[in-house]
């Protein structure tokens, strides 16, 4: 059935370059101030959401050898942020020596969690050095609601969610005056437009609070990416053109100005650079050249060119993805 | 097959000021600021709406109002509870006509 369904990711909306034609705006890099790290496409959930469309059967890990030439290009490059995502980055071996080799080299790690890999990694020396060097937390929590978060990231995932994120309060994450953060990230369960995210914020806040105890730093509300997964599901269910066409509806020309592309490199698994971790899932390399880490011969990507898809209505619309 | 209601024509809403431009535009304006937040949130307006337009079943405003709570963060429960309020409320209205029929019966009977 899978298979069955078409690549075409026109969705029935103006190319993304033409729309960006159209505004007189230009996508150009700027300074690069993150460098995202995806340590591999093994998930233990497997979300409907997902733009990696990551797993339990997938095999694709980043192996030491390239964290090692990651850890150089940081010391050369002396990004402010690193950004440490998957798939499900617990599930990567090396994750403890990339978070140790990484904390004197940037302001920010940030690791984004499933919560329910780090809960059931059941790695207290993990959880010592995300205390330790103070990373940044990014958990994703769709909605307050079980049935519809279980429908999204699958059956029970809400209920280890809350445990995970009662685990990390007790920690001091998300917890005011500990210096230690906890963001928490909602998008969509189905194919519409995320949530006003001051409007969610202050709605997560009082019912985690007042329902769990559990406390937070900020919420952020991103639309779903139609690649991946999300991609199959939106064709599968006849929801695809319609859903493009939201986004392209909602093109935010004053978005483009702060989109995360701009200021951030990805690093896939293997070692090979992209404009964004969604390009990585739709398979465009950074500036549309294919460019392995170890093939870089400038680390000033500044006013280069940042290749461009559909998917990328997504991150233009309405308040942005930034 | 053709049919009075076509899901495309909820867009072209708008269209409906091309020939009455002065109400059009003091309608979309009241109703815009009807759904900002007040004291109500919006989410709580979208219920609302919800539920009204299961009473009065319109299939335009069905279909843009359990996206905008979806949106709007509900999820189906909540919306279903909503439906039951307004099926309560319509239920009720009938029934509660049923004193009027009581007071004719004891009238009309011995």
């Known amino acids: ?322 | 097959m053709e049919t009075y209601y076509n899901p495309d024509d909820l867009l072209k809403f708008e269209e409906i000021g091309k020939d009455a431009p002065d109400l059009a535009k003091k309608f979309f304006e009241y109703y815009g600021a009807v759904f900002d937040e007040g004291e109500l949130t919006v989410r709580e307006k979208s219920l609302i709406a919800l539920a009204v337009a299961h009473t009065i079943q319109c299939p335009y405003c069905i279909d843009a109002y359990t996206k905008g709570c979806l949106e709007k963060g509900s999820n189906l429960a909540e919306m279903t509870e909503a439906l039951h309020v307004a099926t309560a409320i319509r239920g009720g209205a009938s029934l509660v006509h049923g004193v009027q029929m009581r007071n004719i019966v004891e009238k009309l009977s011995m």
Request: hydrophobic share 35%; proline share 3%.
């Open chain 1, 1 to 322: 059935m899978e298979n069955q369904i078409s690549q075409d990711r026109g969705g029935g909306v103006p190319d993304f370059s033409q729309t960006l034609n159209q505004h007189g705006l230009v996508l150009k890099r700027g300074e690069t101030i993150t460098l995202q790290v995806n340590l591999g496409l093994l998930c233990n959930q497997v979300c409907q959401h997902c733009h990696l469309s990551a797993g339990p059967g997938r095999t694709e890990l980043m192996d030491l050898n390239t964290i090692h030439q990651v850890i150089q290009f940081q010391k050369k490059a002396g990004c402010e942020v690193v950004d440490i995502t998957g798939g499900a980055p617990e599930m990567n071996p090396h994750l403890k020596e990339l978070i140790e080799k990484m904390a004197g080299l940037s302001r920010i790690i940030m690791l984004r969690s499933n919560l329910s890999a780090l809960y059931y990694a059941d790695d207290p020396t993990l959880l010592s050095l995300l205390v330790k060097h103070k990373v940044t937390i990014v958990s994703s929590l769709p909605s307050l609601n079980l049935s519809q978060t279980d429908s999204q990231r699958g059956e029970g995932v809400f209920d280890k969610s809350i445990k995970a994120l009662k685990c990390l309060n007790e920690m001091g994450f998300g917890k005011e005056g500990t210096g230690l953060v906890l963001d928490l990230v909602s998008s969509p369960v189905g194919a519409f437009m995320p949530t006003d995210q001051a409007t969610a914020q202050k709605r997560f806040r009082k019912v985690l609070k007042d329902k769990w105890g559990i406390v937070f730093n900020q919420l952020f509300t991103f639309a779903n990416i139609p690649l991946g997964r999300f991609e199959t599901w939106l064709k599968k269910k006849g929801n695809y053109d319609t859903y493009l066409n939201s986004l392209y509806k909602g093109f935010n020309p004053c978005t483009v100005e702060g989109l995360m592309c701009r200021h951030l490199i990805s690093i896939a698994w293997d070692g090979y650079l992209y404009d964004c971790d969604f390009n990585l899932a739709a398979g465009l390399p950074k500036s549309n050249v294919r460019t392995h880490i170890s093939e870089l011969t400038t680390l000033d990507f500044k006013h280069q060119e940042i290749a461009v898809g559909n998917h990328c209505y997504a991150c233009t619309a309405g308040s942005g993805f930034t």
